[in-house]
């Protein structure tokens, strides 16, 4: 059964495109792999009540910043800025273990098609770490950091998989995560979607000479669970 999802919030709009916050848990567009029958597309365009084009896509777990143009023009300058790797894309996410303060993960990947590895690279920053007094792995406690995530490249699944390969899966990974840490977080702390949020995109808006930063902020469920392991948005 399909869940019935409220309007989405609108983060920016004008005659050339609109940005919502995408919430975790739906695709945003049909795919072959997929049985969903309800997408942000569909949704989105019956809510404002417009045709709309995607210029770049979240996975079904992550929420944040999604972006579409309203018309084909804006698609396409759109899209040729995502292509170029024009656009700063930053995220958040809870991840397994203690990381360096600041490193680039550089490791090349294959596309969803399976083709050879390509260059790809994701840059992070440490903004908090703890050490969560419960054993949730093999060691009496479980260290747990919050990071900033620029990604430079947009291989499919790209941060899922570099921190992946790090051994720091982000909570919530199903397929690329710990599953411990995933039984955990949903068993005992009420949190069972993944842990990655879109916060912000810098980009030239496709038909005014002047640069747009779109953001937003996480959602209530992701602060309490903050709470809940004592996991700061920045150490002080």
Do not use: C
């Not at 919430?23 to 809510?47: A, M």
């Not at 051994?167 to 842990?195: A, C, M, Q, S, W």
């Amino acid at each position: 059964m399909q869940k019935d999802w409220p309007p989405f919030e609108i983060l920016t709009e004008d005659d050339d495109l609109i940005a919502i916050n995408k919430p975790s848990g739906i695709l945003v567009h049909r795919t072959t792999i997929s049985e969903d029958t309800t997408f942000v597309l569909q949704l989105l365009r019956d809510q404002i009540g417009q045709r709309i084009y995607p210029v770049h896509r979240l996975d079904r777990g992550t929420s944040g910043v999604l972006l579409f143009a309203k018309h084909e023009q804006a698609a396409s300058l759109l899209g040729e800025q995502f292509r170029h790797r024009e656009v700063q894309k930053t995220y958040l996410a809870v991840i397994r273990g203690y990381v360096e303060e600041r490193a680039t993960i550089d490791y090349p990947l294959t596309s969803s098609t399976g083709t050879k590895p390509l260059p790809s690279r994701t840059h992070y920053q440490r903004l908090s770490q703890i050490d969560y007094p419960v054993a949730i792995g093999r060691y009496p406690s479980s260290r747990l950091s919050f990071v900033n995530i620029q990604p430079e490249t947009g291989r499919w699944h790209q941060i899922r998989r570099h921190f992946s390969h790090i051994r720091h899966p982000i909570i919530g990974d199903k397929k690329h995560g710990d599953v411990k840490h995933n039984t955990y977080f949903r068993e005992v702390l009420g949190v069972g979607r993944l842990l990655l949020h879109a916060s912000e995109l810098r980009l030239r808006h496709p038909l005014r000479e002047e640069f747009i930063h779109i953001r937003t902020d996480l959602s209530p469920e992701w602060i309490d669970v903050m709470k809940q392991i004592d996991l700061r948005q920045r150490d002080l």
